[in-house]
């Protein structure tokens, strides 16, 4: 279990890696939804103001909620970012209709197929998964509907090991 750990967080890396280059250059702060052990800030340029968010406290500067029961904090961000998030927000239409005064929003899909059993159960890492089923066309349509377009994605189809669909929409 200490090997899958590490094997996990070693993903994890590349996918905050490999998003953090999608972050435009006009963006000057933004907030790590489900920070957890705050990956993309290694990514990042020090002159970007990173608000890191979380359901628990992971450091003195986390701020804390569950987006399940309470609001989006009021932070003035220039982009929202989230990684690996977006399958444990019971009502995801409505945490990205909050985002509406941000100039981007960075997301992930991993697709939680990839995690199903023959049986049809999710397996790790989503088992906790509250929404199992979110489609990237439910996301898309959300975002368009509050003034959001495609800006840009990347998929490393040839590395199944991060297999994640990374896209960052740009307000219009």
Sequence with gaps: AETEGAITQARFNVRASLMAKMIPADVRSLMDIGCGVCDLKKYIPAEIRYYGLDVCKRDEETLVCDLNCEPLPDVPVDLYYMAGLIYYINEPEKLLSQMQNAKYILFDYGGIERY??????????????RNNFVSPETLFQALRKNG??????????????????????KKI
């Design 116 to 129: 199903l059993r023959l049986d049809g159960v999710p397996g790790d890492p989503l088992i906790h998964a």
């Design 148 to 169: 959001f377009i495609l800006e840009n994605v990347h998929w490393d189809w040839q590395n199944y090991t991060i297999g994640w669909h990374m896209y960052l929409f």
